[in-house]
Structure formats: C-alpha cells, structure tokens
C-alpha cells in the first residue's frame, strides 16, 4: 500500500460510480485516491447485468430507434412516478449521450440495444460490466495520478471547523490511517442490499427477499453521511427485482447461469403456484418483484414457448435462456400440462390462464391484467402456442437499493435543511432522488457515470487543479 495521505479527491467504493469518479479525476488533473473495502473492486457493476440506459445513440439509430433525451426524461420520470428531483433526472438526460461517447471513447463497446422494465422505446445498451470496469480501472491505473487500494475501508468522514463552517476534508480508515482530501471526498459504497439492519429498518417488506448485491454493499456511506445530518430520499421506495432464479445452477455451471432472468419482456407470461397470473408483465420488474413476494412461498414462474426461446442472447444479459436451461434452472417440456408437472403448479388452471392470455393476444377479450404491450407500451404480446414449454421458478431478488443520500446535480451531498456539506459528494445506488418510487433498467450504471463525471470535475475544482476536457485517459 502507498504510504500517500493527501490527496485532491478521496472516491470510497470501487464500483462503477467510484471507478468513474476516480477516472475523471484523473483526467482533470487531481490527484485520487480510490478506496475498496473488499479485496478487489467490482461490487455490484461486476455481477451486473451491463445494461445502460442511453438515448439518442448511433447504435439506436442504426437500428431505427427513435429516442431523445427528451424522452428518457420523461420515462425516467413516468417510472418514478413523478415523485423523483426533476433536476437529476434533468441532467442525467442532457449529460448521459456525453457519458455514452466518454466510455466508447475509453473503448468500452456497445453491441447490442434492448428493450427493458420502465423503457417505451429499447435504450439498453448492453456491455460486459467486469470488462468495462477493467478496462476503466486500467486507464485510471494508466493515469498516474490514481492511488488505488483495497482491503481500505472508509469508516469515518473527517471534518473540520464548526457550524456552518464545517467541511469535509477527508476519510479515515479502519485501521485508523486518515487520508486527506483538498477537493472532497465522494461516496461511492453502494447501496445497502447485504446490510439486513438498514433492509429491516427501511423496507421491512423486503426482509424475505434474496440479497444480491455486492458483499461489501452493507450502507457505509449512507451510514458515515447521516451522522454528519445529511439528508435521505427515497428510503420508502426501496424494491426487489423480479427475476431471481429459485434454483441454484447445477455444479459446474456457477458462473455462466444468470442470475436474473426477465423473459416477459419478450413475451413470457408470469404465474403463480396456482397457475394464475397476478400481474400486468409488461411493467416493471420492481413492480413484479413486490407482487412476487406477496405470491404463495414468495415464488413466482415464468412460462413461455418457443418463440420466446428462439430470442435467448447470452449473458451479462436478463436474456439468456439458453444458459439457464443449460444450468438446470430453466425447464422444459412438450406441453403446457407436463411443464406445469416439472414446475409443480396446478396444470389445469395453467391451461385455463394461457387459453385467456392467448384470447386477450387475439383482441378476442380484454386481457385479465390489462398486459397490451411487452414493456411499457412497446411491442405487442404473442400467444403462448409453440411448444416445447419452458418455466423458471423465481424469486425477487435485493440486487440493489436505490435510495439514499440527498445529493445536487453537482453530486453534492445535502444536509436535512437542504445545505451543501462543503466537501461531501454522493455517487451511484446509494444516491436517492433520482428514481423516485421506482427505477428503470439500465439507469443505475448510468447515473454512476453520469454524476461520477460532474462531481469529480467539480472536486478537483475545488482542490485548485486544472480541469481538462476530459477526453484522453490522462
Ligand atoms: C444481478 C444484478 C443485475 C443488475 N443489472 C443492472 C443493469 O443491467 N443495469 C444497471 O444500471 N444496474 C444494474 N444493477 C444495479 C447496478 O449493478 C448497481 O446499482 C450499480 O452497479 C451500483 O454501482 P455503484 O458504483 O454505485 O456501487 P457498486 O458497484 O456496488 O460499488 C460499491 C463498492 O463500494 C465498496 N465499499 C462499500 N463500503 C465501503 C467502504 N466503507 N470503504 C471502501 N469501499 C466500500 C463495495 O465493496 C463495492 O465494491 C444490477 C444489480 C445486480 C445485483
């Protein structure tokens, strides 16, 4: 470990908003330190599905997407209900097309564009997320100018002066080192999906839920902000994911199973142990995932055919049937009753459901959850015909929090009366304000870069250093 305790800008957590941060640090010029606690970065953006939600990009439009900024505004809105901060959500929308070109830019490729949970048009753009961050850990390494350390912990905020004159100026360490930050510290920990403290004491209802996030995702930065009276938004809105297989993948295939999947978006149905659907599945998985928890056993299986089969596409995406089938998750069979024998749900009733939706798909009768799209208005739903079957028992899972720190469009954290903490700033899921009660796919690696971005030129700033435009690894 460097024995260096000054810097320009301390980033604690190495995740996608950390490894950001550092980076464009970096490259304005600053002097970082970027903190892991674990014994490598990655935390959740490496178990990740790699989506990210852009708008406006060359891949959409070589694909004829019509999207905007203006657009994915507003879905960004419509998804949070309206109960997010209009000026996040605002300058995500005008800042993320430049954030799309600064990671092409850094050679991160993005070869395909779906469609996903709270999206009226398809903007995912999908990468490998533990490429994509090896690959911005190396340009920051490249750089000189990044101090990269793990097994570093952040435990505390250091302060000085009192009342309003009060700042932050560095971090200490678990082991008690304390390193100095002239520009700000950035809070960059994640979210709390393994701390069942924080689960417990902010969404009780998701205590049954499976936590997915990174192991060291346990609220620290949540937790080292609220002793100094920063503000938290969004703590009521905190949501599981649907999708979360119920079975373990078969020995072998531990690291190729995914570990969501979401087939509805291209045309599964969603039922329940008694063979019902419960749910319109054309919205978001948040959404699904409270109605699963509500299901018999917390259990709900996706049922689809054919069709839905012949549009699996591999891992990171939420898309890959092929390989849950391979890991023994996903199951088959010729008919809808041996498949509901597999699954041990009650066949008849499973027939019952598919002959309804099939009728609604047909425009024969109204469809019993009011489903008229794949997602969110996009895409018309197909009749469940083409065998063989196919079915996967899933979950909700606690992937991430999305709730937290009060931030400005600056990254800079803001106290319970709506005051800047000098020298504090926020990145990534453990932000709240941003999705409001519920987030769309793809938003949350792109926020991390987004934000990551506009904080660390605004800490390096301050710390006096010059600011370049960002455009090379530095
Ligand atoms: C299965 C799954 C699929 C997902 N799919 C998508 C997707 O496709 N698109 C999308 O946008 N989002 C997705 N998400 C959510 C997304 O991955 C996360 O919200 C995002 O990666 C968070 O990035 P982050 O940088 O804020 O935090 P993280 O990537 O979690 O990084 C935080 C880091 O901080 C470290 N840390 C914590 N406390 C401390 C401390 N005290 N000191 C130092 N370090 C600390 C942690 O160990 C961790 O390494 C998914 C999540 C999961 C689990």
Redesign the pocket.
């Known amino acids: 470990m460097s024995a260096a305790t000054d810097f320009d800008l301390v980033a604690?957590?190495?995740?996608?908003?950390?490894?950001c941060t550092a980076l464009a640090g970096a490259q304005a010029g600053a002097r970082v330190a970027l903190?892991?606690?674990?014994g490598q970065?990655?935390?959740?953006?490496?178990?990740?599905?790699?989506?990210?939600?852009f708008a406006g990009t060359d891949i959409q439009r070589e694909r004829g997407i019509a999207d905007s900024a203006e657009l994915l505004e507003e879905d960004l809105m419509k998804a949070g209900r309206y109960r997010n901060d209009r000026a996040l959500v605002h300058e995500y929308a005008v800042r993320q097309h430049d954030a799309y070109r600064w990671l092409q830019g850094l050679g991160i490729p993005f070869d395909q564009v779906s469609l996903s949970g709270s999206q009226s048009v398809p903007r995912?753009h999908g990468t490998d997320?533990k490429a994509a961050l090896a690959l911005l850990h190396r340009h920051a390494l490249a750089s000189g100018r990044v101090d990269f350390r793990t097994h570093?912990?952040?435990?505390r905020l250091l302060t000085e002066g009192e009342g309003d004159a009060r700042r932050v100026v560095g971090v200490e360490l678990a082991d008690g080192t304390p390193l100095r930050a002239r520009g700000g510290v950035v809070l960059?920990?994640?979210?709390f999906?393994r701390a069942a403290d924080l689960v417990e004491r902010f969404a009780p209802e998701l205590r049954a839920a499976r936590p997915?996030?990174?192991?060291?995702?346990?609220g620290?930065?949540l937790r080292?902000a609220w002793a100094l009276g920063a503000d938290l938004v969004d703590m009521g809105h905190a949501k599981g994911?649907f999708g979360a297989p119920v079975e373990a993948p078969a020995p072998g295939h531990e690291g190729r199973a995914p570990?969501?999947v979401s087939a509805m978006y291209r045309g599964a149905i969603v039922v329940n142990r008694g063979g019902r659907r419960f749910v319109d599945e054309s919205v978001s998985y948040k959404v699904i995932g409270d109605r699963c928890l509500q299901q018999d056993g917390a259990v709900a299986f996706q049922v689809f055919d054919q069709q839905v089969m012949d549009q699996s596409s591999p891992l990171?995406s939420?898309a890959d049937y092929a390989a849950a089938l391979a890991a023994g998750q996903l199951r088959t069979a010729p008919t809808l009753a041996a498949l509901a024998g597999e699954l041990g749900i009650d066949a008849a009733r499973l027939q019952r459901t598919v002959e309804r939706y099939n009728a609604a798909c047909d425009g024969r009768e109204p469809d019993e959850w009011g489903r008229t799209s794949l997602s969110t208005g996009f895409g018309r739903p197909t009749r469940v015909e083409r065998g063989p079957f196919y079915g996967i028992a899933c979950t909700t899972?606690l992937?991430?929090t999305?709730c937290g720190l009060r931030t400005d469009t600056t990254g800079r954290v803001l106290d319970v009366f709506g005051r800047v903490i000098p020298g504090l700033y926020a990145?990534?899921?453990?932000v709240g304000g941003f999705h409001g009660e519920t987030y769309m796919?793809?938003?949350?690696?792109?926020k991390?870069c987004v934000f990551g971005r506009i904080a660390a030129a605004d800490a390096a700033a301050r710390a006096g250093v010059a600011v370049s435009d960002g455009g090379s690894s530095g």
Do not use: F, Q, W
């Open positions: 604690v957590g190495a995740g996608m908003a950390g490894h903190l892991e606690k674990t970065y990655g935390g959740s953006t490496a178990m990740c599905g790699g989506a990210l939600a995912n997320p570093a912990a952040a435990r960059a920990t994640g979210g999906s997915m996030g990174g192991e060291g995702n346990t620290d930065g080292m994911t570990r969501i990171p939420v899972g992937t991430s999305y990145m990534g899921e453990l796919s793809g938003s949350s690696l792109g991390g």
